[in-house]
């Protein structure tokens, strides 16, 4: 059973603020990484994925994947009202399912 | 920019009634996806679908569930004898071929409420 772990929050920022969200994993076969964002009521929205260990940037978004650690990160830079939503970790392994974490809520400040 | 379409958005039933959840995956995708939330809880997998056959299912995707692509287009999940704790949210998801294969890309839900 693949388990996926995130601090709930809510995790409350200013806005213009950096927004760093934490993500384990227990599954060391693990192979692809994926953030998505859910806003209340609302389905799951890709922001970003990740395949190999390190650093990628997307706009305002960067996601650090260690899998060393098991640990896989989302950064969100000069954080804006809008992005106040529940932040999603999923991981896959060969069969492509996504596991999801429970989600952390964040909140941004303005 | 293409995107999974869900209907209905809203689906009430009573206990015991049969259901069907429909989609219309992304149209180059060839693998897909159900997915439930209950209220508060998080995104649990139910079943993944390709090649006209289940590629694998959970334990909740019980005997009550059944799958089916009926066209080129529809993917539709079938809830035959609906219980109370049915009532969630349900996703359909969908994710391409090559270079992209698990990215996998949310339809905006169907809300099942159950009575």
């Known amino acids: 059973q693949k388990e996926v772990e995130q601090n709930s929050g809510p995790l409350s920022v200013p806005e213009g603020a950096i927004a760093s969200l934490n993500c384990t994993y227990s599954d060391r076969g693990s192979q692809s990484f994926f953030w998505y964002r859910q806003y209340s009521g609302k389905s799951p929205e890709l922001i970003m994925f990740?395949?190999?260990?390190g650093d990628k940037e997307d706009g305002r978004f960067t996601a650090q994947l260690n899998k060393a650690s098991q640990y896989v990160s989302l950064l969100i830079r000069d954080s804006q009202p809008s992005d106040s939503a529940t932040y999603l970790c999923a991981v896959t392994s060969n069969d492509y399912k996504l596991s999801f974490g429970a989600g952390t809520t964040v909140t941004v400040r303005a | 920019e293409p995107e999974v379409t869900q209907t209905p958005s809203h689906q009430v039933t009573q206990m015991g009634q049969e259901v069907i959840l429909r989609c219309v995956p992304i149209s180059n995708h060839l693998y897909f996806y159900w997915y439930r939330q209950i209220l508060g809880q998080k995104v649990e997998f139910l079943v993944s679908f390709y090649n006209n056959e289940i590629s694998e299912k959970s334990e909740i995707f019980d005997d009550q569930f059944s799958v089916e692509r009926p066209d080129g287009s529809n993917f539709t999940l079938k809830i035959r004898s609906t219980k109370l704790e049915d009532s969630a949210m349900y996703f359909c998801a969908s994710s391409g071929k090559t270079g992209d294969t698990d990215t996998q890309y949310f339809g905006p839900g169907t809300r099942l409420t159950v009575l």
């Open positions: 990740i395949y190999s260990n």
